[in-house]
């Protein structure tokens, strides 16, 4: 899975300085666009794995299923919800705003949720 996944993002590389263009991000902030599609290709499986990793086997299933359906979900509000941002108050005041949810998640992420996995991992 994770190879259809790098497949995909580098046969979408030629696309994204034109796309980039498009909605006016030129420059060195094309870098940037680059480096976020990066970092998303790394961290879902990622992610993916802390789930299956500290749930017992017999509900890996299941737990991946979860993540899974709450990660789809997730995207289709999200790119719902952006579209929204956009047309009301732009695009650049939508990706700060995007920028500001990732900070809280991953601030919510180390604050509970790692202990929590960590918690789960040493008492199993």
Known sequence: MQQLMMATFYASV??????????????????????????????????????????????RGTANATYMLSYDIGIGIGSLCMGFVQNTIGLSTGF????????????????????????LLQNP
Not at 45 to 59: D, E, H, I, K, W
Not at 96 to 119: E, H, M, N, P, Q
């Open 14 to 59: 030629p696309v994204i300085p034109v796309y980039c263009a498009e909605v006016g991000i030129t420059g060195s902030k094309i870098g940037i666009v680059f480096t976020s599609m990066s970092v998303t290709t790394v961290l879902q499986p990622l992610f993916q794995s802390l789930v299956t990793g500290a749930t017992p086997v017999r509900n």
């Open 96 to 119: 700060a705003l995007t920028a500001i949810a990732y900070i809280a998640a991953s601030l919510i992420f180390l604050c509970y949720t790692d202990g929590y996995y960590r918690k």
